[in-house]
């Protein structure tokens, strides 16, 4: 069964906007794992936009006192700055289960791309090194359809997380063939070269079932902005809930009404 990670960067997003410590990102966490998930997600930024190192010791202390996975977000080439420590150095305070790894600048609104493996993969192989030291399962951010995956498993990374925001746009627009088609080769690349496939970005209840039927044996989805959204009308136990239906092949397509 592919498992869910809910990222709950937007949570913090929503502290921000107004100052002080409400909602809670610690408490959302943990109403998601109640409801079942299976880990949670956040992506730290430099620029603190959302989740801040604070909530992400914070929410290390609940996965590892719960037993479930903490999947840590974030570029490994930004460099420590005020109230940032830098994704390594925050990696080996909290020893995350998952580190994935992803390159997006301080002026990106959201992650956008993957990993260029002509350019990136000498980068990368030392910090690879670094997080399995640390006992992180190591993930990269890739576009479905890239060029240069085994580089990915020659520098000791576990998995890869395909970057599903094409097919998000794709399957909105009513026609998701070519997207999918791109997903499913990265996907069996991946596996033919040993490493596990993770997929995330722009998720949703509306199409992760055409998603799953269409790219089998994908080990983990980290959702959150759909997710948190959605959540706004039902509430995060029903929405996590219906998530869960999904991924358990009880709902073949979409939202229930």
């Given at each position: 069964m592919t498992l869910l990670s809910v990222n709950v960067n937007k949570i913090a997003v929503l502290r921000n906007s107004r100052g002080g410590?409400?909602?809670?990102?610690?408490?959302a966490a943990q109403a998601c794992?109640?409801?079942?998930?299976?880990?949670?997600?956040v992506h730290p930024r430099p620029d603190l936009r959302h989740i801040r190192p604070d909530d992400v010791r914070a929410l290390s202390s609940v996965t590892h006192a719960?037993?479930?996975?903490?999947?840590?977000?974030?570029?490994?080439?930004?460099?420590?700055?005020?109230?940032?420590?830098?994704?390594l150095a925050l990696c080996d305070e909290v020893r995350p289960a998952q580190a994935t790894l992803v390159p997006d600048g301080d002026s990106q609104i959201t992650s956008d791309h993957g990993f260029d493996f002509s350019r990136d993969t000498e980068r990368l192989r030392p910090l690879v090194a670094e997080?399995?030291?640390m006992g992180c399962r190591v993930s990269l951010f890739v576009d479905a359809g890239c060029e240069g995956l085994e580089h990915a498993a020659?520098?000791?990374?576990?998995?890869?997380?395909i970057y599903t925001g094409p097919f998000a746009e794709a399957a909105l627009a009513g026609d998701a063939t070519g997207a999918l088609a791109l997903c499913q080769r990265t996907a069996q690349e991946a596996r033919a070269f040993g490493l596990g496939v993770n997929a995330g970005h722009d998720l949703s209840q509306d199409n992760l079932g055409q998603f799953l039927a269409n790219v089998p044996d994908v080990l983990e989805v980290s959702i959150g902005h759909a997710l948190i959204g959605e959540a706004l009308y039902a509430g995060l136990d029903t929405?996590?809930?219906?998530?869960?239906?999904?991924?358990?092949?009880?709902?073949?397509t979409g939202r229930r009404d």
């Open positions: 410590a409400e909602p809670d990102v610690v408490r794992l109640a409801a079942g998930a299976h880990g949670i997600t719960q037993g479930v996975e903490l999947n840590v977000e974030g570029n490994p080439f930004a460099p420590p700055r005020s109230g940032y420590p830098g994704f997080l399995k030291a020659h520098i000791g990374a576990d998995r890869i997380e929405t996590v809930r219906r998530y869960l239906e999904i991924l358990d092949g009880q709902v073949a």
